[in-house]
């Protein structure tokens, strides 16, 4: 199947920090990439609808401002958690569409944040 | 909106079967997914229906049934690492298109 390349796996950050999360489509183009967020043993919500070339598309209650969404190419999305809490601290992952098929996502690795 | 249930646990023993339910409302369904999620990592694809009937891809199979609003999962000849959380998602047109993900089923096997 296609690949997805998330980045990094893992980060600590201090309180006040920006952390930026790569994700990357290796073997396909996607227009459309998607950032979940996912609390320990509960399921992925889904944060935001990240389009190529476009603003991307925040879920109620996301703050667009904090969670900074650029999709600047066919094969690239990247999430950036600005000045980020120890209540931003969570599991994120990405997965993005092939724009050929309008089938199944494909995942990224995810990303463990922890804010100290 | 969608409303995706399933079960939140399941235990069951090394080489018997296990089926995992899911129901859902949607407006617009445009297919239905399942996935795999070990402890920390993201999740894994296992399959796709999008027409009613029995999908089978090696162990797992899944069933739909659109009248119903009503999806399984089946696990044959488990083997302890299909210990995992597994994920019902529905892509509904009312939604965007966007998957909504169930609550995910955790599985433990046991020897």
């Known amino acids: 199947g296609a690949v997805v390349s998330q980045h990094p796996s893992r980060v600590i950050c201090k309180s006040g920090t920006s952390v930026k999360i790569e994700c990357r489509s290796l073997?396909?183009?996607?227009?459309?990439m998607f950032w979940y967020r996912q609390f320990p043993k509960k399921s992925l919500m889904l944060m935001a609808t990240?389009?190529?070339?476009?603003?991307?598309?925040?879920e109620q209650g996301v703050e667009k401002d904090k969670f900074l969404i650029n999709h600047a190419s066919l094969t690239l999305s990247t999430l950036t958690v600005t000045s980020a809490h120890p209540e931003d601290s969570s599991f994120y992952i990405c997965?993005?569409?092939?724009?050929?098929?309008?089938?199944?996502?494909?995942f990224g690795q995810g990303t463990r944040l922890t804010v100290v | 909106g969608q409303n995706i249930d399933q079960p939140t646990e399941m235990t069951a023993t090394e080489g018997a079967i296990v089926q995992i339910n899911c129901t859902y409302q949607?407006?617009?369904?445009?297919?239905l997914f399942w996935y795999q999620q070990h402890a920390g990592e993201a999740p894994t694809f296992l399959s796709y229906?999008?027409?009613?009937g029995l999908e089978e891809k090696g162990r797992f199979s899944s069933f739909l049934s659109r009248s119903k609003g009503y999806s399984y999962l089946l696990l044959k000849e488990l083997q302890m690492k299909d210990s995992a959380s597994y994920l019902c998602?529905?892509?509904?047109?009312?939604?965007?298109?966007?998957?909504?993900f169930g609550g995910g089923t955790r599985v433990l096997v046991k020897p």
């Open positions: 997965s993005a569409r092939d724009s050929g098929q309008h089938t199944e996502a494909f």
């Open positions: 073997d396909f183009q996607a227009t459309t």
């Open positions: 990240s389009n190529e070339g476009s603003k991307a598309t925040y």
């Open positions: 949607t407006s617009g369904f445009n297919g």
């Open positions: 229906n999008v027409l009613d």
């Open positions: 998602a529905v892509k509904g047109a009312a939604a965007g298109n966007k998957l909504t």
